[in-house]
Structure formats: C-alpha cells, structure tokens
C-alpha cells in the first residue's frame, strides 16, 4: 500500500520532487501572522502570473480536493437566471453536470467526443448562454480541449468561460489573457505536483465582479476576498501544503519557466508514445495532452491486467479506467517529476511484458 519503492505514471497524486518533499517534512508553522500571509501573497502572484491573469485577478484558496473548487465555482458563480454550457466529454465534464444539477442551475449537457472543439462554433447547440464549463483536460480519457476555440466563442457570446485546468497546469499551455478565461480551478496533486489538498479557484476582474451572496459558509468566496486581502484565509489552510507550492513555483521559476516545464513534459510524453510503437498498443485519442498518454491494447489483451501486472510484477503504477472501460483503457501520466530516464522504467516493463525487444 506505501508505493515509496514505486515507479509512479498515476494521474494524481503524481511524481513528487526530493526538494517538495523535504518541505514537507518540517513541523507545520503556526498562519495567523505576516509571515504565512508572506507566503499566501507569494503563492497567489505565482500563480496568477504563471496563467497570465489579467491585471486585478484574485486566487481563492481551499483547503478542499479539486472537485470543491468545481463545486465551489459553479456556486459562486452562477444562479438560477444562468444558462450554462457544460461540455461533458467524461467522467469530469459529468461531474460539472451533476454539480449544476445538485445547485439547481439551468445547463445543457453538451455531450461531445472526437473533438478537441476547435470547430465548437458549429457543434454547441444553437441556443443562448451566459456561461460555459469545460474541464480543459478531461481526465478520465486524456482528451484536451483548445482553450483558444472555446474562449473565442465564449467571448463573442458574452459567456462566462469557466475552466478546470487541473490536470494539464505546468504541463500545458493556459494562458487566461489569450483564451479569455475568467476562472481557472487549480488543484494541488496533479501537474503542479503537490500533496492532495490545496485547491484554488482563479479570478479574474470579470468574474469577481459576478460573485453573488450564497447559502454556505465554508466556500463563500467573498470571505475568502476579505481575508485574502491581508494574506489569510478565513479558516485553517492546507499550511504545509502552501509552503509546498511556494517552493514549487519557485523551482519552475528556477528551471527556467513555465514555457521550460511544459516543454520537459511534451518531451517526456512524446519520447514515451515514439518508445512503444512496436506494442500492441493504440492512442485513444489524437487529442492528448503532454499530461496524459491513454492507450487501449489492440491484441485482445485486457488493460486492467496489465495495470495489475504492471504493479504487482515490475513495481510500476499506472491508472485503470472504471465501468465499460475497465477491460479496453489504461492511462499513463507525465505529471510531476518526469525524465525520460525514469519513464523507461515503465517502457521497459511494457516491453517485458510483451516479451517484445526494445527497438
Ligand atoms: C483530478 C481532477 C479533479 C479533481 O478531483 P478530486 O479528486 O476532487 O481532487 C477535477 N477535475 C479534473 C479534470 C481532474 O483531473
């Protein structure tokens, strides 16, 4: 259960760095003082400036999994006079939908596979709305959108334009001020490559100035504002967790950039799909991001066997997809602290596994 001697290709948690790690290690500091809202101000312009949020954009800091910056948003953001645009291209666009449903705001469940959107002009349906969601990689098959083609309609219809950029930050490009993206969700366990625990919620001057008065407590937002102001949250934050993402954008910055990160991740992601040509093995979707690789088997194979053979025999964690897709997907990550030294641990089980020669 304790994968400390593992080869880890999961979608989250992922790969941690040695530097993240030891920061982690330390006694937890006491945060009602100006030393942790250092720390909270440290984290927020990184952020903001990593995406390129407009000028007078705010980060909202949950201590909460992704989904409750989904959740949170969707609450946040929209009422019962929205009409949303949910795209639902798998497990995550669903949650959006059922997130919407739960808070009773008015959406279309816009189903959609085999396209990344970039021709969404002709496949939204027809009608008038005043927000769209998407979740920018759609996790549960390792299928990414163009933020570009959908902000582009998002903006021409005066639409606010939400987006779960959870799993592909660090890895692929996002840039709010090109997409006009008014809200990012963030989470910490996926490509910014931290423990679970830490979401935020990104808002730009234009969402901020649609945040309404709602019925909870724990994720009212303009609480979190109020506090922000002075570098705090309203209640205990993930505080090890924060130190964690000061260092961590510190070390993006230290390797070069965020331009540097995603670039490292599209090589590590294409080395590992160009090293397992000669596997019976097919890309699920020509819309990958640098993020994710999934692969179906194509000799009959069942993919969750070889997720189970993959840990039990080589010590190597990959991901398996659940109900119908259990038997035909798997899914490997690039997220996190990936070479492509360490990804031919995982090139080399497969080759083993095959009993196929490594080209
Ligand atoms: C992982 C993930 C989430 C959040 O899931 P949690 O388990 O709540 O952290 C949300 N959206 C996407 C696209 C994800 O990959």
């Given at each position: 259960?304790?994968?400390?001697?593992?080869?880890?290709?999961?979608?989250?948690?992922?790969k941690?760095s040695?530097?993240?790690?030891?920061?982690?290690?330390?006694?937890?500091?006491?945060?009602?003082?100006?030393?942790?809202?250092?720390?909270?101000?440290?984290?927020?312009?990184?952020?903001?400036?990593?995406?390129?949020?407009?000028?007078?954009?705010?980060?909202?800091?949950?201590?909460?999994?992704?989904?409750?910056?989904?959740?949170?948003?969707?609450?946040?953001?929209?009422n019962?006079?929205?009409?949303?645009?949910?795209?639902?291209?798998?497990?995550?666009?669903?949650?959006?939908?059922?997130?919407?449903?739960?808070?009773?705001?008015?959406?279309?469940?816009?189903?959609?596979?085999?396209?990344?959107?970039?021709?969404?002009?002709?496949?939204?349906?027809?009608?008038?709305?005043?927000?769209?969601?998407?979740?920018?990689?759609?996790?549960?098959?390792?299928?990414?959108?163009?933020?570009?083609?959908?902000?582009?309609?998002?903006?021409?219809?005066?639409?606010?334009?939400?987006?779960?950029?959870?799993?592909?930050?660090?890895?692929?490009?996002?840039?709010?001020?090109?997409?006009?993206?008014?809200?990012?969700?963030?989470?910490?366990?996926?490509?910014l490559?931290?423990?679970?625990?830490?979401?935020?919620?990104?808002?730009?001057?234009?969402?901020?100035?649609?945040?309404?008065?709602?019925?909870?407590?724990?994720?009212?937002?303009?609480?979190?504002l109020?506090?922000?102001?002075?570098?705090?949250?309203?209640?205990?934050?993930a505080?090890?967790?924060?130190?964690?993402?000061?260092?961590?954008?510190?070390?993006?910055?230290?390797?070069?950039?965020?331009?540097?990160?995603?670039?490292?991740?599209?090589?590590?992601?294409?080395?590992?799909?160009?090293?397992?040509?000669?596997?019976?093995?097919?890309?699920?979707?020509?819309?990958?991001?640098?993020?994710?690789?999934?692969?179906?088997?194509?000799?009959?194979?069942?993919?969750?066997?070889i997720?189970?053979?993959?840990?039990?025999?080589?010590?190597?964690?990959?991901?398996?997809?659940?109900?119908?897709?259990?038997?035909?997907?798997?899914?490997i990550?690039?997220?996190?602290?990936?070479?492509?030294?360490?990804?031919?641990?995982?090139?080399?089980?497969?080759?083993?596994?095959?009993?196929?020669?490594?080209?």
């Open positions: 259960m304790i994968y400390e001697d593992y080869a880890i290709f999961t979608p989250g948690p992922v941690m040695e530097e993240i790690l030891q920061v982690g290690a330390k006694q937890t500091p006491y945060f009602r003082n100006s030393d942790f809202s250092t720390v909270t101000f440290a984290c927020e312009n990184g952020l903001l400036d990593m995406v390129n949020a407009p000028e007078g954009s705010k980060v909202i800091f949950l201590t909460a999994s992704g989904t409750a910056g989904m959740e949170s948003a969707v609450m946040n953001l929209l019962k006079n929205d009409y949303a645009l949910v795209v639902n291209g798998g497990g995550f666009g669903s949650r959006f939908v059922d997130i919407c449903a739960a808070h009773a705001i008015p959406h279309n469940n816009f189903k959609v596979t085999k396209t990344n959107l970039s021709d969404i002009k002709s496949l939204a349906p027809n009608e008038t709305y005043t927000a769209l969601v998407v979740n920018a990689h759609e996790t549960s098959i390792g299928h990414i959108y163009s933020l570009d083609a959908i902000g582009e309609y998002a903006a021409k219809n005066d639409m606010l334009y939400i987006v779960d950029a959870i799993s592909m930050l660090v890895t692929d490009p996002l840039d709010m001020q090109k997409s006009n993206i008014d809200v990012v969700i963030a989470s910490s366990q996926k490509g490559a931290l423990p679970p625990g830490l979401t935020m919620v990104i808002l730009t001057p234009k969402a901020l100035e649609r945040l309404q008065d709602i019925n909870s407590l724990y994720f009212n937002f303009k609480d979190y109020s506090n922000g102001e002075r570098g705090q949250t309203p209640y205990t934050p505080v090890t967790i924060m130190l964690q993402l000061e260092a961590r954008l510190n070390q993006i910055k230290k390797r070069g950039g965020i331009t540097k990160s995603i670039a490292k991740a599209k090589e590590v992601a294409n080395y590992f799909r160009k090293s397992i040509k000669a596997l019976p093995l097919k890309e699920y979707t020509p819309y990958m991001p640098n993020a994710m690789t999934t692969l179906t088997p194509t000799d009959g194979k069942s993919a969750i066997d997720v189970n053979v993959l840990e039990k025999k080589y010590k190597v964690m990959v991901c398996p997809n659940g109900g119908a897709e259990r038997d035909s997907v798997f899914r990550s690039h997220m996190g602290e990936m070479t492509t030294e360490y990804t031919d641990i995982l090139i080399n089980a497969l080759h083993d596994y095959y009993g196929v020669a490594r080209p």
